[in-house]
């Protein structure tokens, strides 16, 4: 059986998405749900299910990311992960952090990569008129959101939407998209997943 953390700094909604996934005849089980806010609702969710959780405050650290670093590296070495999946983790990780698990860890990000790195990923596509949006899991590597690509959603962008609106409609394929990459990746198999929000809604 594999061992999945889970690393997030919100709510925890693709986390919790990863673990309910996690059942029966699935190949891998949570280890570890662990953040850099300790009052992340993604926590209080974890623990509720009886996962094992730890947060390292970021805060503290301000100005010495490797000391930060280190720090998370406590729990996370402990739990032996075999795959680590970034789930909404909001601090940028350096490359020395990146190494020690480069090849076991993903990253889902909130746009159609290589589009849109970086924050505000919704307004920056509603500005520049884009008619399709998405959603990307790669494997990370040192440079942000970027990485070979392990799977890709595709949405479109409908009348009247707002960052948030888009937002939620990408949402709704995150929670797809992940746990589909996780067990393909579990089992060794790194075919890029694709999905479209059209056919899956038409589908259901
Ligand atoms: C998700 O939309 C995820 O793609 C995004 O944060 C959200 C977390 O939601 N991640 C990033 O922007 C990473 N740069 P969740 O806590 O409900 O899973």
Request: glycine share 10%.
């Amino acid at each position: 059986m594999k061992r999945v953390a889970i690393l997030l700094s919100g709510g925890g909604s693709n986390m919790a998405r990863l673990v309910q996934s996690m059942t029966g005849d699935h190949p891998a089980r949570p280890c570890l749900v662990l953040s850099n806010d300790p009052n992340a609702g993604g926590l209080v969710r974890a623990r509720n299910w009886g996962i094992a959780t730890a947060a390292v405050d970021h805060r503290p650290f301000a100005g010495d990311r490797a000391a930060f670093e280190a720090a998370l590296s406590g729990p996370l070495r402990a739990a032996r992960p075999d795959v680590i999946c970034l789930a909404g983790f909001m601090r940028i990780l350096t490359g020395d952090f990146i190494a020690e698990w480069e090849g076991r860890m993903l990253n889902i990000h909130p746009s159609l990569l290589p589009s849109y790195r970086g924050l505000r990923t919704h307004a920056r596509a509603l500005e520049a008129g884009e008619r399709d949006v998405g959603c990307t899991v790669h494997e990370v590597i040192p440079d942000l959101d970027a990485g070979p690509i392990l799977g890709q959603a595709r949405v479109p962008v409908l009348e009247g939407d707002d960052p948030a609106t888009l937002a939620a409609r990408v949402l709704t394929m995150e929670h797809q998209l992940y746990p589909a990459v996780l067990y393909r990746y579990v089992l060794g198999d790194r075919t890029p997943v694709i999905m479209d929000w059209t056919a899956d809604n038409r589908a259901s």
